[in-house]
């Protein structure tokens, strides 16, 4: 079992920046991916970006590179989140998302939920 919580998020005008972290924690496997997923009301969970266990290897959705920064404390299972030049169509609940394979087998664990608004 692994258990994640989060901090950061919160209200920000159109420009500004936030900071999102998550730590995990508990039976932890080298074979993983740390990451960020986003849902706005009325849209489907995405993807915003994710990097691997032990490599700083990153990848993002299109509509946050060059804004976003995702990095990780690998000794601390934790991953963090710089959003820069924040825009209103980023308002979303974010979540952060452990996943590992252990053989064969996937496991999914997620954070609780961040709110960020950008207010315009």
């Known amino acids: 079992q692994v258990h994640l919580v989060e901090s950061g998020g919160g209200l920000v005008e159109a420009g500004g920046s936030l900071r999102l972290s998550c730590t995990a924690s508990?039976?932890?496997?080298?074979?993983?991916?740390m990451g960020w997923y986003r849902q706005a009301p009325g849209k489907e969970r995405e993807l915003v970006a994710r990097i691997p266990g032990g490599r700083n290897t990153t990848g993002y959705v299109d509509s946050v590179k060059g804004r976003f920064t995702i990095s990780r404390d690998h000794a601390k299972n934790t991953v963090y989140l710089q959003m820069n030049s924040l825009k209103p169509e980023d308002t979303a609940v974010y979540y952060c998302n452990f996943k590992m394979w252990v053989g064969e087998r996937e496991f999914d664990y997620w954070g609780q939920g961040t709110q960020v608004t950008v207010s315009s």
């Open positions: 508990g039976s932890i496997f080298s074979f993983n991916f």
